[in-house]
C-alpha cells in the first residue's frame, strides 16, 4: 500500500478479498483502523453476472446449469465460485472474528445503479468526507442503461464504465432461477440480520 499523508485517504479495491480466508486477518494485522466497503448484490444477478464474465473470457463453457447445480439438475453446487461468492452471511462471519460491524459499510448493488449520489452519499459519510458527489455529478446513459459520470475528472466529458460492466446476461430458465432464490434465501435473512440491513432480494 502507498504511504499516507495526514488528510489522505488510501483506497485498495478487489473484490476478492471479501471472500478469500485469509484477507481479514492480514489486513487486519495491517491495519485493525481499515474501513471497509463492501458492495453486494442480489446473490442470483451476480451468479448470473460472474458467468456472464466466465463466458465472455472463455466461449463454449457448459452452460450456467450444469455448472449452478450438480449433475445438472441436481442439488445447488457451492464449490462453484458463481455461487459461493453469493454465500455473504458465510464470508462475512469470517470476517466479524477480525473487524467490528461498525468497521463495514455495505453498499446496495441495485441502488448503486438505481441511486448512485444516494450510494455515494453514504460512503461520502463512511469515510469522514465532505458531501462533494452529489446527483449532479451523475446522469442516465439510455444506451448503455447505466448512470454515467456528466464529466470525467480531467476531461470534461462524459463518462461510463467500460464494455466489461452493464453487459448482456445469458437467459436462465426461471425454474433455475427461482431454485437458486429459494437456496439463497436463509443465507439472505442471515446477512440481512448480521448487518441489521434488508437488501430486498426475496
Ligand atoms: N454505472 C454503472 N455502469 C455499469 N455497470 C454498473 C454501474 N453501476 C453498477 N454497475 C454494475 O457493476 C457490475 C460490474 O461490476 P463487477 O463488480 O462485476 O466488476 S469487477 O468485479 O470489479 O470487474 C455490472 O454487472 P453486470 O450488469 O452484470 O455486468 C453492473 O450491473
Same mark, same amino acid.
Given at each position: 500500500?502507498?504511504?499516507?499523508?495526514?488528510?489522505?485517504?488510501?483506497?485498495?479495491?478487489?473484490?476478492?478479498?471479501?471472500?478469500?480466508?485469509?484477507?481479514?486477518?492480514?489486513?487486519?494485522?495491517?491495519?485493525?483502523?481499515?474501513? &471497509?466497503?463492501? =458492495?453486494?448484490?442480489?446473490?442470483?444477478?451476480?451468479? +448470473?453476472?460472474? /458467468? #456472464? $464474465?466466465? !463466458?465472455?473470457?472463455?466461449?463454449?463453457?457448459?452452460?450456467?446449469?450444469?455448472?449452478?447445480?450438480?449433475?445438472? &439438475?441436481?442439488? =445447488?453446487?457451492?464449490?462453484?465460485?458463481?455461487?459461493? +461468492?453469493?454465500? /455473504? #452471511? $458465510?464470508? !462475512?462471519?469470517?470476517?466479524?472474528?477480525?473487524?467490528?460491524?461498525?468497521?463495514?459499510?455495505?453498499?446496495?448493488?441495485?441502488?448503486? =445503479?438505481?441511486?448512485?449520489?444516494?450510494?455515494?452519499?453514504?460512503?461520502?459519510?463512511?469515510?469522514? !468526507?465532505?458531501?462533494?458527489?452529489?446527483?449532479?455529478?451523475?446522469?442516465?446513459?439510455?444506451?448503455?442503461?447505466?448512470?454515467?459520470?456528466?464529466?470525467?475528472?480531467?476531461?470534461?466529458?462524459?463518462?461510463?464504465?467500460?464494455?466489461?460492466?452493464?453487459?448482456?446476461?445469458?437467459?436462465?430458465?426461471?425454474?433455475?432461477?427461482?431454485?437458486?432464490?429459494?437456496?439463497?434465501?436463509?443465507?439472505?435473512?442471515?446477512?440481512?440480520?448480521?448487518?441489521?440491513?434488508?437488501?430486498?432480494?426475496?
Amino acid at each position: 500500500m502507498p504511504r499516507t499523508l495526514d488528510g489522505q485517504i488510501t483506497m485498495e479495491k478487489t473484490p476478492s478479498y471479501f471472500v478469500t480466508r485469509e484477507a481479514p486477518r492480514r489486513i487486519h494485522g495491517m491495519s485493525p483502523a481499515t474501513k &471497509l466497503i463492501v =458492495v453486494v448484490r442480489n446473490p442470483v444477478t451476480r451468479a +448470473i453476472s460472474d /458467468y #456472464a $464474465q466466465m !463466458l465472455s473470457k472463455t466461449p463454449g463453457l457448459p452452460s450456467f446449469g450444469t455448472l449452478a447445480f450438480r449433475r445438472g &439438475l441436481g442439488p =445447488v453446487d457451492t464449490a462453484w465460485s458463481a455461487v459461493r +461468492i453469493g454465500l /455473504y #452471511a $458465510q464470508h !462475512l462471519d469470517n470476517w466479524l472474528r477480525y473487524f467490528p460491524l461498525s468497521r463495514f459499510l455495505f453498499v446496495s448493488g441495485e441502488r448503486l =445503479v438505481s441511486d448512485p449520489a444516494g450510494e455515494l452519499g453514504h460512503v461520502q459519510d463512511f469515510l469522514g !468526507l465532505k458531501r462533494v458527489v452529489t446527483d449532479k455529478h451523475f446522469y442516465f446513459n439510455a444506451t448503455k442503461g447505466f448512470p454515467c459520470l456528466k464529466k470525467a475528472q480531467g476531461s470534461g466529458r462524459p463518462r461510463c464504465l467500460g464494455k466489461s460492466k452493464g453487459r448482456p446476461h445469458p437467459r436462465v430458465p426461471e425454474a433455475m432461477v427461482q431454485r437458486l432464490r429459494a437456496f439463497y434465501r436463509p443465507f439472505n435473512r442471515k446477512f440481512y440480520q448480521m448487518t441489521g440491513q434488508d437488501f430486498g432480494w426475496d
